[in-house]
């Protein structure tokens, strides 16, 4: 589901509102199409759901998350009230539809993970084989996971029912119309997008900088397992879940901004190829950060035995150094790309404004 390109003669004329209603035109149109087959997806799977979402929910989270980031990044030239209300809606049904994909991959990787550590095969045999709380660990890890899949899928399926969700299908009708610009907007494209889209890649490496890539610089990464970061001064003592968290909301955050980038380059006509393989390396860190968060929680459920909460350390432990290989991939990767959008702007947008063309390598 791509957008349809435009010809060189009209790129070279087309004004900032016209690249962006092409684009917010299109992604709208594709919105209103997939949210009904996302719907009767949701609804056909009673407590099942797969870790990759089915073709229509994937379809709309990929609108959703475009259109978003669209009005994020040139966010100047729409009205303001309007582009907020839109962000903040379509920002609900992006972590509605993402609930229980996410509980389902959470279930999977911890599970797989105990069951790595406490089997046995050729290759070796695993640290927790044999051991008395592995058992009793994977039977609790998939109780109260399975519950938190019902309960989620219980959310969505009364919230895909609501007002809400029809009056954001409402809006997006109404923008395959016409969407709410300003005057700005009558610029040419390059006077009026480029600056606002180096403004996201200037976002993008500041965050970047600030991350302490020294401590994720080998394979192993146990300097990031042995002592975090600074956390933020708050009220009472700091605990271990307060420490990791603040460790862990940088690498979120950037994940966000390298999303924006990769939306604003797509608008620009650029490839994205390796911002691509940057959202991957770092949506790795967040499920394995939040794994990591399920596996303490699960150890400290009352009443259970020192034997599984031991395993259950284990598995937190596993998962943290999961989340140390992710940050030591994105080491690696991102001294190699340009430090702003002068870099990707080597490749002139042949195939025109507001296409989104095949990604070139690193």
């Not at 990031?224 to 605990?239: C, I, K, M």
Request: aromatic residues 4%; proline residues 7%.
């Amino acid at each position: 589901m791509t957008d349809a390109p435009m010809t060189a003669q009209a790129a070279s004329t087309a004004t900032a509102g016209d690249i962006l209603s092409l684009r917010l035109t299109s992604q709208a149109g594709a919105f209103l199409r997939a949210l009904p087959l996302a719907v009767g997806e949701v609804g056909a799977r009673p407590g099942s759901a797969s870790a990759v979402p089915a073709a229509g929910t994937a379809d709309l989270l990929r609108c959703v998350r475009r259109i978003g980031g669209l009005l994020h990044t040139f966010g100047t030239v729409f009205d303001q009230t309007w582009a907020q209300e839109t962000r903040t809606e379509l920002r609900w049904l992006l972590n509605l539809l993402a609930l229980e994909p996410g509980y389902v991959r959470r279930s999977a990787r911890l599970l797989g993970a105990l069951d790595s550590l406490s089997g046995t095969d050729p290759e070796g045999t695993g640290m927790l084989a044999g051991h008395a709380g592995a058992p009793k660990a994977r039977a609790l890890l998939d109780r109260q996971l399975t519950l938190a899949r019902t309960r989620a899928h219980s959310t969505v399926l009364q919230d895909l029912r609501s007002a809400r969700l029809h009056a954001l299908a409402d809006r997006m009708t109404l923008l395959v119309g016409e969407a709410p610009l300003l005057e700005s907007a009558g610029g040419r494209a390059s006077a009026v997008l480029l600056p606002q889209a180096a403004a996201a890649f200037t976002a993008l490496a500041a965050s970047a900088q600030q991350l302490p890539l020294q401590r994720a610089a080998t394979p192993y990464g146990g300097d990031g397992l042995r002592r975090l970061g600074p956390v933020p001064q708050a009220r009472g003592a700091t605990d271990a879940d307060t420490a990791l968290a603040a460790d862990d909301a940088p690498w979120a955050r950037l994940r966000i901004l390298v999303k924006r980038a990769r939306y604003a380059l797509e608008v620009c006509g650029r490839p994205s190829g390796e911002l691509n393989e940057l959202d991957a390396v770092l949506g790795h860190h967040q499920e394995a950060a939040d794994a990591a968060v399920t596996a303490a929680t699960a150890a400290r459920t009352p009443r259970i035995t020192p034997a599984t909460a031991y395993v259950l350390g284990v598995v937190h432990a596993d998962q943290r150094l999961e989340v140390e290989s992710a940050r030591y991939a994105f080491g690696r990767r991102w001294p190699e790309l340009p430090p702003g959008l002068d870099g990707w702007l080597e490749i002139p947008p042949a195939e025109g404004w507001g296409h989104a063309p095949s990604p070139r390598t690193a």
